[in-house]
């Protein structure tokens, strides 16, 4: 048997990691401080559901709230309980509420529901009336038809005055539907069925944008603002230029072979070698979140958007060949010199050579499904604020 004490010292995990994923947590409270300069008057609050949009509730929470965040928003309870070690004194506001059962959950990690249908309200009441005075959101749909109460019963809950003392919201909140399409006439409808919501729950903190409504204007603003994407380096606005990068996604190249004229590459064989060609084999494939639909040829979007995902590696863009597998993608590296690129070496899958947005539009979706979508695999490495 080899005894491990007597070994001599290996490398870092992260130095070889066969993917790795940077997180930048000054980046992400730059960001943060750009959002709340951006918000104006109102008070601005950071999105952390789904792990921090993959990121990692922990790291990202803490430097979120070491910037100055104090009201954060998580999907499912689940999410704030995680939260609230890393965020003492927050608000915590669950977007999906609360739901028979979770009554302990939410008061012994003082989390704030986020109401959003009459059965909701109605269970809320009754929590209420059992226990006594707690805070909570309401949330109105304005027009998206996802969650929250209707508008005409939003107003009759305001105005009803039988309503029981110890039912006190804290944030009236609605959701915009195509904020990212500044043009969209339904920003302004959204935002008077909101003004409507706001005047008649007056003295309650109202709040309307995430990311996009924020770059929409004062008028959008009201007295909290919600950003998620822009935080994490994502377009937050089609087509316009994203705050800084925060993750860096990497994938090490385990093998460079030479490829024959007329061979072809990966699974179907969908792609054949018109030259002699040297390809970087890397690993990473959509078990991580590098989806298939980045592939270079092979599967349907191909025919509708014809170029797939590149990589980045000795300071060139470099395609993807062929179909992605599961562990492992091939970059074509025919173009570089002769030795520039070599096993061990990494290449770049997002980052700040190959936007986030950039490759997210190659496979088809957004930035938003490509973080929440990384997988556990990855070796991670947070670069914290000095
Ligand atoms: C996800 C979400 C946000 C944050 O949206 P971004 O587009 O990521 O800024 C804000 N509010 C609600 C209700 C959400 O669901």
Redesign the pocket.
């Known amino acids: 048997m080899i005894d491990p004490e007597n070994m001599r010292e290996l490398p870092d995990d992260f130095d070889i990691a066969p993917v790795r994923l940077t997180i930048d947590l000054q980046a992400l409270a730059d960001n943060w401080r750009d959002m709340a300069q951006r918000s104006g008057q109102a008070r601005t609050a950071a999105?952390v559901?789904a792990d921090a949009y993959g990121l990692g509730i922990e790291d990202c929470g803490t430097a979120l709230y070491e910037a100055g965040a104090r009201d954060f928003?998580v999907a499912v309870a689940q999410e704030g309980v995680t939260l609230r070690a890393y965020a003492p004194s927050a608000r915590i506001f669950v977007?999906s509420g609360i739901w028979p059962g979770q009554e302990r959950l939410f008061f012994e990690n003082d989390l704030v529901p986020v109401l959003a249908s009459e059965e909701q309200l109605a269970f809320w009441m009754s929590v209420v009336a059992e226990y006594g005075d707690y805070p909570c959101a309401l949330q109105v749909d304005t027009g998206f038809n996802r969650l929250g109460l209707r508008l005409e019963d939003a107003l009759a809950l305001a105005g009803d005055v039988s309503r029981p003392a110890s039912f006190s919201p804290v944030l009236v909140l609605s959701?915009l539907h195509s904020g990212d399409s500044p043009e969209a006439a339904s920003n302004r409808t959204q935002l008077e069925a909101f003004r409507q919501v706001s005047a008649a729950f007056e003295g309650i903190d109202a709040s309307l944008s995430?990311?996009?409504g924020i770059f929409l204007g004062d008028d959008y603003h009201f007295d909290l603002t919600?950003?998620?994407?822009?935080l994490y380096g994502g377009e937050?606005v089609d087509g316009s230029k994203p705050l800084r990068p925060v993750a860096t996604a990497e994938a090490r190249i385990l093998q460079i072979r030479e490829g024959r004229e007329g061979e072809t590459v990966s699974y179907g064989g969908t792609h054949r070698l018109l030259r002699p060609s040297r390809l970087a084999v890397a690993s990473v494939g959509y078990a991580d979140g590098y989806l298939r639909s980045l592939s270079g040829s092979g599967i349907p979007l191909r025919q509708q958007i014809a170029s797939g995902a590149h990589g980045f590696v000795a300071g060139n863009r470099v395609p993807v060949v062929g179909r992605v597998t599961m562990d492992l993608t091939i970059f074509d590296v025919t173009d570089l010199p002769e030795g520039a690129v070599r096993v061990g070496d990494y290449v770049e899958l997002f980052g700040s050579n190959v936007a986030l947005d950039e490759i997210a539009r190659a496979a088809g979706t957004i930035g938003?499904e490509m973080l929440t979508s990384l997988g556990l695999r990855y070796e991670r490495r947070y670069l914290y604020a000095d």
Do not use: E, M, N, T
Not at 226 to 230: E, F, N
């Open positions: 999105v559901k928003f977007l959701h995430a990311s996009a919600r950003p998620g994407i822009a937050a938003y």
